[in-house]
Every structure is written in structure tokens, then in C-alpha cells.
């Protein structure tokens, strides 16, 4: 569009679209230095997402895995900016009050910023500024458009039209002008980020950790079938592979030498522990599956990897327990909260305080410096990331973040499997057709996994050599495959001999159930 062509009202609109750029691009530079969390845009954003009732939630991780949390930044842009280009046609007509709504957009930000966990009275100045910027940014991109012209036919000679030239002028100012507005805020809001990861982040603390040999070592495993089944998931997922299902919009960032955890509540001696402290005490190597409650049946969000850390019953056993103490709230240091029963962190499991992960410190995404792992339960309940604070208390005194969404309060993993080859949809030739998968009952274990094809007999598959039942197992079915069109599906049988159940039901409140089936062609 040429700046003759830009319609008066799309002018205005203009200016309320880049104004608010420009605020929010100072708001994320001055995040640079105050801290990521004051960041206006992803202040509003993390109050979004606290706000947005489970069944949304729930169907956008269902649908999108981590993939939601850009949706919803998406979504956040979309609607600042037809907010923006609202209040930018507002300016012409009533300026006071376009003023007012940019302090309210403002005060929404300031909110956000400082209701969040740990949140400093500094954190409001980010979103402060931003509206300040926003509202001088509008006032004087508006000044470049002619106070009076409009885009309404006049009668031809009339002394109050302007002529075209003089019409084209100030827009065409107010684009060129504009242009240098988005080129600017878009380098000073990439300034903030990188001066945000540079000041707070916390990639260089996890780079400089040097992480002593465990005491015990993890138990070694046999040949991985995956190796040469095409397709199998391989016994220990990738850490670049490994599912992230979270609520941190921005991943945080803790540096390792000013992490500090706390153990208090119902205990006799309350502790604190440095980092350093916790890498000096004895630590432990274990393979160990984890699973989200989100997962849908079939589902991606399982992984299995190489942990090592300190047994949480050792420094429940130090701190000294209230019996009555049934539950154990960690808290993150972005403030979200889980509650594990306590009985699950001392019956003899190897739940730890992880510092690695497949051999290296944590990823930055999976909770560095330190995270919880707790075999058999899933990780709403159990397993929080960037762990700053374990409370003892009771179950009647507190509900963690989840519990108040609704979903269960005790969830044990339930038994489940999954074909991972032949995928569904699959055409293959007929002839000796490799089924493959993983079946996974965290501290129960797999005893038995069954293949059925169409109505038939179930058939008993091959199982993998595990190390412990904390692991899922991979299973494989040589089938003898016809031409046509066939349904598989599969079931486990966990090792307290107890079946998978067929029962077809929802993640929400405490796990999906049922089987797992693809359908596939078989050709001649």
C-alpha cells in the first residue's frame, strides 16, 4: 500500500499499533535490567495463563503439547494489537481518554508483574515506562498526520479540502517515520531479551558445574531392541527429546551458587541447603520413566532418562518428620506448588532431588539447578522443576496448584502401552511385520504385554530387559501380515499382575485410560 493509498482512520490505527511497539519494546529493555519476570508482555502473559479455566488448558496441552505456550503469546500480540489500534483511533477524536485507557493497559501490566511469585516493588517500573513511551509515541506520531484531514469526498474547490499533494505528505511522513518506530522496537526489545539472559540467565552457572560420581551407580542395561527396530523408542529418551509440559512461559532461570533450599514446616529441625552442600552428599544414579497426566492414550509426554541426585527420605529423615505430616509441598522458584504425599517420598522408592539428567547437569528447561523425580507418580504431583522449598504440612491445610484446578490429589501411574511401529495410518507390504512399542507401570513394572490384530486372539509379545520397575519396557510382536486393512492394539499387564484396564477415559482428573490402537494397510 502506497502512502497515498493509507486511509485516514488507518493512519490513526497505525500510530496506536506502534506506539504500543514502542512501549512495549522500552518495558523489555528495562526487564533487561530489572529482571525477566517484570517483563510487561510476559507478566500479562503468566496472568493469562493462571487465569484460563482447566478445560481450556487441558485441550490446548492435549492438542499442542508445549507448543500452547506460543499460542498464547500469539494470542496475546494479536489482541494487544487490536487493542492498540483501538486506542490509536480513539487519539483523534478523544485524547484524554485514549490517555486513560493507555494507563490502564499500564496498571494491567504493573498488576501482573508484581502478583507474581517473589515479584519486588521494582517490577512495576517496566510496565510503567511502557505506557509512558506508548502514550508519547502515539502524541507524537499523531502530530505527523494533518490535524482535519479526513478521507470524505469534498466539493471540488472548496477552501477547506486539502489538495492531494498536501493530503500525501503527512502520510506518507507518518510511514516512513512509523518504519523507523517498529525498526527500533524491535531492536531494542531483542536487546532486552539478550541483556535479561545475560544478567539472569543461567545457562553460564549450569556450564561451569562440575558434578561429582554417584555412590551408586545405575544398573547397566542390555542391547536396546530400538537400535534395530525402526521406529521403537529407544529405552532412554534424549534430553533434547524428552517432553516438557509446564506453565513457565519463559523458562527460569536460577543460577546454581544462589540456589538455596529450604526444608521447613512440620519438621523438629528445619534445614537449609546450598547447592554446593547438596553435591556433597551422597548421590544417586537411576533410570527412572516420568509421565504427565496430560498424556492422552498413545500419547507422546513419557520419556525415560538416566537421573542422578540425593534421596529425599535421607533429609526427611534428617529434618526430623511430624508423623501427621501426610504431604510434602515443593515449591518452584516461579512460584508453582505440588504436593506429594509423604508416604511416596519415604517407602523405600528412589525418589531424589535430581542435579542430572542422562549424565549432565539439568537442562535449563527441566529444572536446573535441581528438580524433583519420584518413580510411580505422575509429575503434577510429584515432580517440580527448579525446586526452591519443600514444606511438610497436611493435605486438609493445603492444596497445591493443581489440586485447585481440580484434577486429583493422589495420582499413582496408571499401567499403559503404546505402539510406536507400525504408526497409525502406515501402508507396509505384506509379510513378517515387526509391532513394536513401550509399556510402562512406574514402580509396579511390566510383566507381560499383549498384540491383538482386528478380532483375533490377543498374542503374547517379547519383552526387553529392564533395570528396575521404575522404567518403561520395549516390547516387539513378529506378525505375520496379510493384505488389507487391519486394527491393532495393544495391553499390558503390570508386575502385581494386574491388567491394563479397557475402560476408555479422559486425562482429567487423574490419568487416561484404555487402549492404545492404530490402524494399518497391509499391501500385496
Known sequence: MTSAMLPLRTSWR????????????????????????????????????????????DAA???????????LLAGLALVLGVCAALVGQLTERAPRLALAAIACLGAIGMISAVTRPDARPADVLPS????????????????????GADDTPRESGSAATPSPAEQEFPRRRLLVTGGLVAAGAV????????????????????????????????????????ASIRGLSRFQTANEDFYRVDTALTVPQLAAEDWELRIHGMVRRPLRL?????????????????ACVSNPVGGPYVGNARW??????????????????????????????????????????????????????????????????????????????????????????????????????????KTASRIDTPHDGARQGAGLVTVAGVAWAQHRGIDRVEVRVDDGPWAEAELAAVPSVDTWRQWFYR?????????????????????????????????????HEVTVTIVP
Request: with cysteine; proline share 7%.
Open 14 to 57: 497505525l500510530v496506536g499499533i506502534l506506539g504500543a511497539a514502542a512501549g512495549l519494546a522500552v518495558g523489555e529493555l528495562l526487564a533487561g535490567f530489572v529482571g525477566p519476570d517484570s517483563s510487561p508482555y510476559f507478566a500479562v502473559a503468566a496472568a493469562v495463563a493462571d487465569l484460563t479455566p482447566r478445560p481450556v488448558k
Open 479 to 515: 506378525w505375520r501380515a496379510e493384505p488389507g486393512r487391519h486394527r491393532l492394539r495393544v495391553r499390558a499387564t503390570d508386575g502385581h499382575g494386574a491388567p491394563q484396564t479397557t475402560v476408555r477415559r479422559d486425562v482429567y482428573p487423574s490419568g487416561a485410560t484404555g487402549l
Open 128 to 147: 510503567l515506562v511502557a505506557a509512558v513511551v506508548a502514550g508519547v509515541t502515539m502524541r507524537g506520531l499523531g502530530g505527523l498526520i494533518e490535524p
Open 61 to 71: 496441552i492435549g492438542l499442542l503439547g508445549p507448543a500452547d505456550k506460543l499460542l
Open 187 to 226: 531492536s531494542t526489545a531483542v536487546l532486552g531479551r539478550w541483556l535479561a539472559s545475560e544478567r539472569f540467565g543461567a545457562a553460564r552457572s549450569r556450564a561451569g558445574v562440575r558434578l561429582p560420581d554417584p555412590v551408586e551407580r545405575a544398573a547397566s542395561s542390555s542391547l536396546d531392541p530400538a
Open 274 to 290: 546450598s547447592y554446593q552442600q547438596l553435591l556433597q552428599r551422597p548421590l544417586i544414579e537411576r533410570d527412572i520413566t516420568l
Open 308 to 413: 542422578t541426585g540425593a534421596r529425599v527420605a535421607d533429609l526427611l529423615r534428617e529434618v526430623g518428620v511430624d508423623p501427621a505430616a501426610d504431604q510434602v509441598v515443593s515449591r518452584s522458584h516461579d512460584g508453582m506448588t505440588i504436593g506429594t504425599p509423604t508416604a511416596a517420598l519415604t517407602d523405600g522408592r528412589d525418589a531424589m532431588l535430581a542435579v542430572a539428567m542422562n549424565g549432565e547437569p539439568l537442562p535449563l528447561e527441566h529444572g536446573f539447578p535441581v528438580r524433583m523425580v519420584v518413580p510411580g507418580l505422575y509429575g503434577y504431583v510429584s515432580a517440580c522443576k527448579w525446586l526452591v522449598d519443600l514444606e511438610l504440612t497436611t493435605f486438609d491445610r493445603y492444596d497445591a496448584y493443581w489440586i485447585n484446578q481440580g484434577w486429583a490429589e493422589r495420582a499413582a501411574v
